[in-house]
């Protein structure tokens, strides 16, 4: 047990950048440009992928999804974390944390199994050209989509639930931007065992073996793609698949690093860096990857800024 006032704590300190507070209003710049790139990047894909008929096939579907996905996950982080940088003293009440961490927690995990859907749908793409439309099909995609969603958010109900009943009834800074796990079960005034385990298991359980299903998908479409004749067709069979290996690589290699983990390891610089990454960096990473490495994204958004430009001319 940890010493300390024994009162219930009903609100927390958040220390994030206030040790540098002569780079506040710099970073306040920089994140807020970065985030309105997010917001318009993702909203432009979204868009375009609604707009034009060309895209409305599974791989898009579930890359719409994963856009406004990445858009509410960066919602529940960010502008709090703009005004705060102009606060001289960031506070956050209990409830408020706890909704801060199961929704961002829930958004977190919903674009970790949306990534594995995507795996899926390009391993049936590739590997089961003939049977894609009848495999993939309309009503498919929208129960992995609400599995996804329905799932993230009850892995995230679970572990929220785990943390915030332990007992916080002393220290009550949080040595973070936002309200996360480690920093928060450091603050408890009781280690518990069982909690701890529970989320370590729920953590590995969502992401290795997502990271395992994405890994396997991977495994039989290389399988494939070296069983095609010509180098121009691997090639194009590849590129297919190189914007999504892109951004599940960053996603998955930032929360492992984070999530998986000893609690000993924990230090606040480090995981204020990471977390910068998965939190705008990330986000922005979808929308330019997309857009810059997928042909047919390119070709719609050329098509919709050329119906802009003939209306505005009209």
Not at 34 to 60: E, Q
Not at 103 to 120: I, K
Not at 151 to 176: D, E, M, Q, R, W
Not at 188 to 204: D, K, M, R
Request: proline share 4%.
């Amino acid at each position: 047990m940890k010493q300390g006032n024994q009162s219930v704590v009903k609100e927390f300190t958040l220390i994030g950048f206030s040790r540098f507070p002569g780079l506040q209003v710099p970073l306040f710049m920089v994140f807020s440009v970065t985030y309105l790139a997010i917001l318009a990047g993702n909203i432009i894909i979204v868009v375009t992928i609604r707009r034009d008929s060309s895209l409305h096939i599974p791989m898009y579907f579930f890359l719409a999804t994963l856009s406004v996905s990445e858009t509410c996950y960066t919602l529940t982080i960010i502008p709090n974390m703009l005004v705060n940088l102009l606060r001289e003293k960031a506070t956050i009440s209990f409830i408020g944390c706890i909704f801060q961490m199961y929704t961002f927690s829930g958004f977190a995990c919903t674009n970790c199994l949306l990534l594995t859907v995507m795996g899926y749908d390009r391993y049936v793409c590739i590997c089961k050209p003939l049977h894609y439309p009848v495999l993939m099909n309309q009503r498919l995609c929208a129960k992995l989509v609400v599995f996804s969603v329905l799932g993230g958010f009850l892995i995230s109900a679970v572990y929220s639930f785990s943390v915030f009943t332990l007992p916080y009834c002393g220290p009550n800074k949080i040595n973070h931007f936002f309200c996360d796990l480690a920093p928060l079960l450091q603050l408890a005034c009781a280690q518990s065992y069982v909690g701890e385990i529970l989320i370590f298991l729920f953590c590995v359980l969502l992401v290795v073996f997502s990271f395992f299903l994405i890994l396997l998908s991977y495994i039989l479409i290389l399988n494939t793609i070296l069983k095609i004749p010509t180098a121009e067709g691997k090639r194009k069979a590849f590129s297919t698949c190189a914007s999504h290996l892109i951004v599940v690589v960053v996603h998955f290699g930032c929360a492992s690093i984070i999530y998986l983990r000893p609690q000993s390891r924990y230090t606040l610089d480090e995981d204020m860096f990471i977390s910068i990454t998965y939190t705008l960096v990330t986000p922005l990473l979808n929308p330019v990857v997309y857009s810059l490495r997928n042909k047919d994204v390119q070709v719609a958004l050329k098509k919709s800024l050329g119906r802009a430009t003939c209306i505005r001319k009209v």
